[in-house]
């Protein structure tokens, strides 16, 4: 059976981050089939995602999105995100937001680095999440972080 | 009867707090049938506790998080929650949220402890919920904290 | 004809402000009956006064809820106040929001006295909203305040 | 023909501003008829105004609200904007916010001057927006204030 | 076929926007017919999007807005873009927001320069977004900025 993934991605945007996500399915996906949508910038991102689900049909979607550094840039990343949150509600599917904001790096390559592991991180869990409701059961609560090292586990 | 009770996890939170769930529910519950949906972060957890409501028939549903320190991770949990509340009022079916936020311990064990008893708690309290909605009455407006100590109740 | 007025209040409270409402309504209401749904904190209210409009058939519900003094305190507060406004749109119903915040008093006993005040107006209020929609017009306009001074009302 | 004109006003406000939009309609509106909805406070106007359309046949809305100065008056302000706008959309009306903060004016008498102009320039844009869509076009883009002095148009 | 574009613009902005729409249009524009829609201010653009599309059947909206530079009017502009992201779910339509802020140029002459710029490419973007999903995707990841000088891509 073939999956659609939808994937979103932005002219704001400073990395080509839908070839990231192309690269992680060609990697590890079998019979996947990528839907694109391109929009000016991530308050553009939720109905793009919701048209991915309902006009062409896409299982889950994945956003992708680089807010800048300025105030004003991370209240439109949240806004952006309160709607990718009401689509889901509105769809019962998943939307994995990918979102590297421009100053997570300290300069651009360390930003691309950023960029490139947790998109490709988030394209895998959208593989999983394809698999049902436990697939990703295994690695909760360890800390996991995408893009960054992550933490680990705290035990008693 | 059975009662089906939705837990919804994530990777990113730093303790297995599924975990702490089903020993409470192992502890005091009678004829309970855990669900469990794992998802990457907290941002995720809306759509994953409507999907254990209205595909897997859950009667309630507990939202365990892990908010990091940091202002972008307030905001998620501030997303989460406001997505969180939207899948209560579209099901009518009651989701506790139990987020710990990493800066509420000052060292791994207390940040554990936190998480052990808030968590332990809340699973106790969706169990009184689906008793009815007096239920926890004889508790209320007594300054009741989960995983804190409680403040106790001011008279006049 | 008996009114049913729905009262939500919480376990994180620390005064019996269900308590407050049951006085006045014994002191000023006739024919009015009560009922009650206690949940663990104030994020759960939201879905609590819609079950007790939908499931219930309250006609208004009042919505008792003590938010701590912390900053996330006031974003629980705030998300719960937005959840508040949604279900009224939902169902077309009032529900008069009393909120005292713990830091609004000086001490314990002022806080109870500011809480007493506020619930007690509010629950008459209620009574009023159901008498129609210019039942409370003649006090418009004139800074009235529920659990402070009123401020008065200013003319040209 | 008729036309029916919500008011929604609160007894927080210390100026009575229904007052003031009945003023213009009677200096500048024909066949109107102004139907008034009074609530405790700003939080309470949303589902007032929605009930004022949907219960009262209103065509179009005017929302009266003054704002405290204090920070949390300020975020009950915020979201009483946000459920006005929820109703906008749940009901294809206009609903003009006519909100002063209480500190918009150094003192008594300017605030109330204040609010008197504010009141009564949206009550006339009310007027305009039963025309049509373009009715109020020729006004567009010359920074026009309702409450303070106009900015006016820049020009290339 | 003839498109229908919608453009809701306003009384509060300084700069008459509607006017760039129409020259970028003009310009670039075949078989396009424009609906205006003039509101005060915009706080009012959501709903006025909403009926550009649902009763005047545009297939997208440019909705054009100025928020002033205090805190308040930030806050607007928040409330507004929420509004417009949950229009564009409601109807599956794209909204493009074009709001510039008045403190964006350092004097009037900067600021109409922004403003032209800003609204003149986004009103080039609509026609792009009628053309399909990918009609924009050449330009993904370039860090493209309308209204300032564009950042460019990032590479490994």
Chains 1, 2, 3, 4, 5 share one sequence.
Do not use: W
Not at 61 to 89: R, Y
Request: hydrophobic share 40%; with cysteine; glycine share 8%.
């Amino acid at each position: 059976m073939t999956h659609r993934i939808g994937v979103a991605d932005t002219m704001f945007a400073r990395v080509d981050m839908f070839k990231i996500v192309k690269k992680a399915i060609s990697d590890k996906g079998v019979g996947i089939k990528l839907e694109r949508y391109t929009v000016p910038g991530i308050k553009d991102l939720p109905v793009a995602c919701k048209k991915l689900i309902e006009e062409i049909d896409c299982e889950i979607v994945i956003a992708l999105g680089m807010p800048g550094p300025e105030q004003i840039d991370k209240q439109c990343a949240h806004e952006a995100s309160m709607g990718i949150i009401q689509v889901q509600l509105l769809t019962n599917k998943h939307i994995l937001e990918v979102f590297v904001h421009m100053d997570e790096g300290k300069d651009d390559k360390q930003l691309h680095k950023i960029t490139y592991n947790r998109t490709y991180d988030h394209a895998l869990n959208a593989l999983k999440l394809l698999e049902g409701k436990e697939a990703l059961s295994k690695k909760a609560g360890k800390g996991i972080r995408q893009g960054h090292k992550n933490e680990g586990n705290i035990k008693e």
